[in-house]
C-alpha cells in the first residue's frame, strides 16, 4: 500500500497537499506522521526522516520500494500513478494553467508563506491585520493568489479552480486555512471559493485531525505563546 509522511497537520502545509490530494480522490494510503521536535540534524524529525529518504523533508511518498520527495513531484507521481482520476485536467491548456498555479505557488509566494505561516487551530485575525498594515509584500501576495484564483474560477465557472476538484485546489487549500486563521479580507469570489475548499471531505478530514493534535511547537509559532502545561 501507498505510504505518506507527513508532519504535524495543524502546521505541515507541504505534507496537506498531496494528504488532501489522495483523500478527496479516494486513493487509499496509509499515513506515517512524524511529530515536528526540531529541524536540527539531530532530532527526532530529522533522524526518522533521513532513513526515509535523503532530502529529509516531509512529504514523502512511498510507492512499493519507490520513494518520491516533494509535493510537486509527488502530485505529478500520483496523476501518473492514477490516470482514471484525472488529478489533472483532460484539456492540454487546461491542464498547462493548472500547472502554472501549482508551480508558482511551490517556488513562489515566500512573504506570505512567512509571515501567515499555516495554523490551522489558531484564530489570529489581529495578527493578519497588522501584518497586511506593515508588509506590502504580504499584501502583493494575498492579490495575486486572489488575482490568479479569480481567473480560473471565472474561466471555469467554479466551483474549484478548474471546474471540478484537481490538484490545483489540494496546492491551494493551506492558503485557504491560512486566510481565515488570519481572518484576510477577500473578494466575494473568493469568500465562496474558501467555503468549497473548506467543505471538501478531504479538507476537513485533515482539519480535523490538525484541531485533534494539540500539539504546540514553538519553532513553528511566531505569534503565540505555549497554552499553560
Ligand atoms: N519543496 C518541498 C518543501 C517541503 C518542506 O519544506 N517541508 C517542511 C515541513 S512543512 C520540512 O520538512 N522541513 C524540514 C526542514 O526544513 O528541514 C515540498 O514541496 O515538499
Request: net charge negative; charged share 25%; proline share 6%.
Amino acid at each position: 500500500m501507498l505510504q505518506l509522511y507527513i508532519g504535524n497537520k495543524n502546521y505541515s502545509s507541504w505534507s496537506m497537499r498531496p494528504w488532501v490530494l489522495m483523500r478527496q480522490a479516494g486513493i487509499v494510503f496509509e499515513e506515517r506522521l512524524v511529530r515536528f521536535d526540531s529541524f536540527d540534524a539531530q532530532s527526532q524529525f530529522k533522524q526518522t526522516l533521513g532513513a526515509v529518504s535523503p532530502a529529509g523533508k516531509v512529504p514523502v511518498l512511498i510507492d512499493d520500494g519507490l520513494v518520491v520527495s516533494d509535493s510537486l513531484a509527488i502530485v505529478e507521481y500520483l496523476a501518473e500513478r492514477f490516470p482514471e482520476l484525472y488529478l489533472w485536467p483532460l484539456a492540454v491548456h487546461d491542464r498547462a494553467r493548472a500547472r502554472s498555479a501549482c508551480a508558482e505557488m511551490h517556488s513562489g509566494f515566500g512573504a506570505l508563506r512567512e509571515h501567515l505561516p499555516m495554523n490551522i487551530e489558531a484564530s489570529l485575525p489581529e495578527i493578519g491585520e497588522r501584518v497586511l498594515r506593515e508588509r506590502p509584500d504580504v499584501v502583493a501576495d494575498v492579490h495575486r493568489v486572489q488575482s490568479l484564483w479569480c481567473d480560473l474560477l471565472a474561466r471555469h465557472n467554479g466551483p474549484m479552480l478548474m471546474g471540478s476538484f484537481s490538484i490545483a485546489d489540494a496546492f491551494f487549500a493551506p492558503v485557504v486555512l491560512r486566510f481565515k486563521a488570519y481572518g484576510v479580507r477577500v473578494h466575494p469570489d473568493v469568500a465562496r471559493y474558501m467555503d468549497n475548499v473548506l467543505a471538501l471531505q478531504g479538507v476537513r478530514d485533515w482539519v480535523d485531525g490538525a484541531l485533534r493534535e494539540h500539539d504546540f511547537r514553538a519553532f513553528e509559532e511566531p505569534y503565540r505563546s505555549a497554552p499553560p502545561a
